[in-house]
Structure formats: C-alpha cells, structure tokens
C-alpha cells in the first residue's frame, strides 16, 4: 500500500515537472519569436563615409519584427560593394539612406551630393578652429581684407561670406572620431558651383576663417561685417567726422595810376587876311607853386 501511495506521488510529481519544463520552453520560444523574428545586417565596426562594404565589415543580427529600420537589409550579400555616403557606429543597422547610389565607387567623390562639388582650402590651427571642426559639422566662413569703399589700407572688414558650410573631410581623412581635436593644414566643404566662386575670390582677396556652429541652428546671421575703426575707437568712430570748412580771406590790393596833370592853355584869336582862327598856346606853371 506504502508502495502504491509513494508511487503515485512519484507519479504526480514527474507529470508537473514536465508540465513546467514545457511551459517555460514555450515561454521562451514565444519570446525568441517576438524579440529575433526578424534579421538585420548591421555594421561590424565602425564606419566612415565613403567606406566601400565588404562581408567582413557586416554581420547578420536578430532584430525585433515590429521594430525593423525602414529600408533596412536582411542579406549581406544584397548590400555588397555599397558605399555609405554618412558615418555608421558599430552595431548600427546599414539602411539605404546611408548609402550612395548603386555603381558608386567609393571615396569622397561618392558622397558628395548631386549637383554640389567639394573644394579644399588651405588653413592653420587658428583658421581651423583648433582642429573641432570635424567631418559632417558645418562652419561660417568669414573672409578678412580691405574695404572697397576706402583707398585708405588700415580700413579693414571681416565679413561672413557664406554660412552653413558642410565639412566633409579635414586633411585627408573622412573620419568622424571626436576623441580629441586635430590640427589640420587643410579643411574640405561640400558647396555649391556659385559657393565655389565665392571662396574662391574671397581667398585670393584676403584671408579666410572659419566658424564652427551648431549642428541644427539654421538661421541666418544678418551682420554688416566689422570694421576696424569700430574694433579700435567704438561705433561713434565708425565714420571720420568731417573736415571742417576754413575760409581764407584774400585782399587784393590795386593800384591806380594817377593821371598826369592837364597843363595849362590860352586861347588867341589870329587873323590873318580874311581868315579868322583860334590857336591853343601852353602857359608853363611859375616854379614854386
């Protein structure tokens, strides 16, 4: 009877092990289900732009099916020679808006957009901001040189002359690392043709400078430039007062030539024959008068 009991027991107690044994796996197969129904491929490493892809910087990861990226890949093979056109971190998923067109070759070249150009100009660690201003930031770009409206060379103006600009590289690299600020000797920027003249001139008219700003500040700076009279005297220096006005009074002197005294005549009656005529005869003044 003990047997029998013991048994039953043994019995009872298998049958809610392997109850709860099957409950757990299904729990845990609905929840691999719900959180790694889905494949993405991501980045295996860090990526910069113009990076040309390849298997070995990609990898294949479980991803939740209502939580997939729009436009993002599951085979590895599909993204392939692709070159992303924006930095991707490591285990970031490789979406389509992060790459350049189909047939791209990679480099800088490939992430430039269409209709724009990339132009490099030269700077030192001031003009550069001290090596902050990184790939994918956007700088001002001031240029400093002589006021047009005055021939005199101490009147100077800085003046920005083109704002918003895209860096895309600094020296030669692409790379995004902000780790620490690097010294550079030349800085690149996505612009414009008309933006290219406009750095272009401003270079070859005086020197330029740049000016790091925030990443979604989009307005526009409305300034007139400084001058360096307003830099050294204030703005009530800004224009020289005028000159005042100084009369000179000129005399002229004349002289007038007296007229020489009128000397003295008589009058005489002559006849002569039938003739009768007046004559003039000078009478000379006596002495002393």
């Given at each position: ?17 392997g ?5 757990a ?15 993405v491929?991501?980045?295996s ?8 892809l390849?298997?070995d910087?990609m ?12 436009g ?14 924006t ?10 808006t ?39 930031n ?12 005055s ?9 920005i ?11 030669q ?17 996505q ?22 700003r ?30 005042p ?6 005399v ?16 005489v ?19 002393g008068?």
């Amino acid at each position: 009877m003990r047997n029998i009991k013991a048994f039953v027991v043994l019995l009872v107690a298998i049958a809610a092990g392997g109850l709860a044994v099957y409950m757990a796996n299904r729990y845990m197969t609905q929840q691999s289900e719900s959180v790694g129904g889905a494949k993405v491929v991501v980045a295996s490493k860090d990526l910069d732009l113009g990076t040309r892809l390849s298997p070995d910087v990609m990898q294949l990861v479980d991803w939740p099916k209502e939580s997939v990226p729009e436009g993002a890949a599951d085979k590895i093979s599909s993204l392939d020679t692709r070159v992303v056109k924006t930095s991707v971190l490591r285990g970031e998923p490789i979406l389509e808006t992060k790459l350049a067109p189909i047939g791209t070759t990679g480099g800088l070249a490939s992430v430039i957009e269409e209709g724009k150009r990339a132009m490099t100009v030269s700077v030192n660690e001031i003009i550069g901001v001290a090596g902050f201003a990184l790939p994918g930031n956007y700088v001002d770009i001031l240029v400093n040189t002589q006021d047009e409206k005055s021939k005199d060379p101490s009147k100077q103006i800085s003046k920005i002359v083109l704002e918003r600009v895209l860096v895309l590289a600094v020296a030669q690299e692409a790379s995004t690392d902000q780790t620490k600020p690097k010294v550079v000797s030349s800085v690149t920027f996505q612009v414009t043709p008309d933006e290219a003249e406009k750095i272009d001139l401003a270079r070859s008219v005086g020197s330029l400078t740049l000016v790091l700003r925030n990443q979604v500040d989009k307005s526009a700076a409305d300034t007139g430039g400084a001058l360096k009279q307003e830099l050294l005297h204030g703005a009530t220096m800004a224009e020289e007062p005028a000159q005042p006005t100084v009369t000179k009074r000129v005399v002229k002197r004349i002289y007038v030539k007296k007229a020489a005294p009128k000397a003295a005549t008589e009058q005489v009656e002559v006849i002569r024959g039938t003739q009768r005529t007046i004559e003039n005869f000078k009478v000379e003044e006596e002495q002393g008068k």
